[in-house]
């Protein structure tokens, strides 16, 4: 059955971090999916879990991508678009690898445990033992197979790491519910975000919020 | 199958226009006769040939209360069909036209101009708007000179052509006249409302005086509101018309001669501001028009020139002076906020409906920022919309264009609502 939209999107064909990302939503809920690319985790929240679900892309590409296939997606970015929509419309509102790419993070992220009951965050850690060390021994930015940019054609303009993101979540006075730090192949691992092992360790870091 | 209409309302033959009264009506049809049409739906292929045809029309014979606070004692609905209505009444789709379109939306010529319809790019078997699985209705305005009631017909207290004492008419006007069109043919929810321009704006319209009856709105390169550039080109266009002697304030279908070279420059600008800069150069540049050299003079030396004539003079022969005049009044007077207490939201809360809007990228005549506020509407009442911004140099016409992204997204967006309406596939 594919009450929302096409493309038979089982989990284990969805990007690692989308995997685990889908796994924190329940059924049936409503989700807006912030940057959702060419709306594959909506494409499957649809099909497989009979989820509601909105997106906004930045990319014409992405978004034309998306309304191809069905689904309700406007082109938007968090930075602008986020404050039209009224508090708790939805259940859950994903970000995923987009958070270090907006201007305002920290409104971005206001924002969404605002319109959201949830917020779910994944983002990339800087402080990951690869950046530290390409920077302590090379110098220069550090590049990795994950994030392959150089300095100055990345769309990454902020970046944090785990232990910023935490510090973040404290001052905006916003419950992290659940974390998951993701090691360089994508594997899950739990430790306490809040030490500095997991800081160390972690290439992303997945977080489900609340107000 | 094609299915009976309900006989919801009465339908009565068409009136005749017993007399020539000018040019522009020469080019009507003599006959306007809604039997034969109004109570069978039927593909137009079957017809008889189009040009020899009279429009089809539905009259209303209940009155039509106006914005105005006047009101029209009955009144004729021309339209067009295309495809077949399923048994279940469920995939009917109301095509709204821009500001000097009409309801020969499809293929098939048109009965003045003997061109294909101005959307039929999209419509036909297999097509984007496809008629092997939709029913389309396209309609036109009331208030339009294409067999609807408007300025141009005869005022039944007078006898004589309504002119400027015919009533002001409002895109809320046309909406409301078309629904009873729809009911017309029993239809009790619209699969899907589109239209482009000045069509967008009936469909927002739709959407929020009717959200019950329509399952997905599709607004393209359009507005909630009309901006003070909107209106003040529609104003250069008007007093084009009025400075022009054979206007003879809006009193001259008995004269023989219409206001020709007002309407023509009045569309002369408009059409400008329905392309681009890019547009425009690349079609024209500075190229001179069957010449070497610039005359010195005031002939038509460039191409660009020569092309805005053409476009002028083509124009006055399918439209009525004083219907441009109440048309781009309508426009003008859109305004979807201040219907609903100044917010835009307001007139969309709690809609059921699917939304697709769709903007083009060089559109400066219904800028994206102007879609964008009815997405930011409907997103504030966490309506189901979907928008894309069409990148393409073509300017405001891009919507009648076929642009490989703008059908693509289209086709897409029908086909998710579809099988949400559980239509199947052709």
């Known amino acids: ?211 | 199958m094609a299915v009976q209409a309900r006989p919801l309302l009465i339908v009565r033959p068409g009136r005749e226009s017993k007399e020539n009264i000018d040019r522009l009506k020469a080019c009507r049809p003599k006959v306007r006769s809604s039997e034969r049409n109004a109570l069978s739906i039927s593909s137009p292929q079957t017809e008889v040939a189009p040009s020899a045809r009279p429009h089809r029309t539905l009259v209303v014979t209940e009155p039509l209360a106006l914005d105005s606070g006047a009101s029209l004692g009955s009144y004729t609905i021309a339209y067009e069909t295309y495809g077949r209505l399923n048994a279940e009444r469920s995939n009917a789709i109301l095509i709204c036209h821009a500001l000097t379109g009409d309801q020969y939306a499809g293929p098939g010529k048109h009965p003045v101009t003997g061109k294909n319809g101005w959307w039929v790019t999209l419509i036909g078997p297999g097509k984007v708007l496809d008629t092997d699985r939709y029913f389309l209705i396209a309609t036109n305005v009331v208030g339009g000179c294409m067999g609807s009631t408007g300025p141009m017909d005869l005022d039944p207290a007078t006898g004589k052509p309504w002119g400027l004492s015919f009533p002001v008419i409002t895109i809320a006007d046309m909406v409301r006249a078309q629904v009873k069109l729809v009911d017309h043919f029993g239809i009790d929810q619209l699969f899907c409302v589109i239209g482009g321009s000045m069509g967008g704006m009936q469909v927002l319209q739709w959407a929020a005086s009717y959200p019950e009856r329509v399952f997905a709105a599709v607004p393209i390169a359009s507005a909630a509101r009309h901006s003070a550039q909107n209106i003040a080109f529609h104003e250069v266009g008007r007093q084009a018309i009025m400075a022009d002697p054979d206007w003879n304030h809006g009193d001259y279908y008995a004269s023989g001669k219409g206001p020709e070279r007002g309407l023509s420059v009045a569309r002369m600008a408009a059409h400008i501001t329905y392309l681009s800069e890019p547009a425009l150069h690349r079609k024209f540049g500075r190229n001179l028009q069957d010449r070497r050299e610039v005359t010195y003079g005031f002939e038509a030396d460039f191409q660009v020139e020569s092309y805005l004539r053409h476009q002028g003079n083509s124009f006055v022969d399918r439209f009525d002076a004083n219907s441009y005049l109440y048309i781009t009044r309508a426009c003008d007077y859109f305004d979807l906020a201040a219907e609903h207490g100044g917010q835009l939201a307001n007139a969309f809360r709690g809609t059921p409906a699917r939304f697709c809007v769709i903007s083009f990228t060089s559109d400066w005549l219904y800028p994206t920022p102007e879609s964008r506020a009815v997405v930011h509407a409907l997103n504030a009442v966490t309506a189901n919309v979907s928008f894309v911004e069409v990148a393409t140099d073509k300017g405001h016409d891009a919507f009648l264009l076929e642009e490989p992204e703008f059908f693509a997204t289209l086709r897409g967006f029908l086909d998710g609502c579809a099988r949400h309406r559980g239509l199947a596939a052709s």
């Open chain 1, 1 to 211: 059955m594919s009450p929302d939209g096409g493309g038979n999107f089982a989990l284990k064909q969805l990007r690692g971090d989308l995997q685990l990302v889908g796994a924190m939503i329940d059924g049936g809920s409503r989700v807006l999916d912030i940057g959702c690319g060419e709306g594959e985790l909506l494409a499957y929240l649809a099909q497989w879990k009979g989820v509601d679900g909105r997106g906004m892309e930045l990319s014409q590409s992405g978004v034309n991508a998306c309304v191809r296939r069905g689904l309700s997606v406007i082109q938007g970015d968090a930075d602008h678009d986020l404050r039209d929509y009224p508090s708790d419309s939805f259940d859950y509102v994903v970000l995923s690898q987009t958070l270090q790419a907006t201007y305002r993070p920290r409104v971005v992220l206001e924002d969404m445990v605002r319109i959201g009951r949830h917020a779910i965050v994944s983002f990339p850690n800087f402080a990951h033992w690869r950046m530290r060390l390409g920077l302590l021994t090379g110098g220069r930015m550090p590049i990795t197979p994950f994030l392959g940019a150089n300095w100055y054609d990345t769309p990454n303009i902020h970046f944090c790491t785990v232990l910023d993101f935490v510090a973040l979540c404290d001052e905006m006075g916003a419950t992290i519910e659940r974390s998951l730090t993701l090691d360089s192949e994508g594997r899950p691992f739990r430790l306490n975000p809040r030490a500095g092992l997991a800081n160390l360790l972690a290439e992303q870091a997945l977080f489900l919020l609340r107000r």
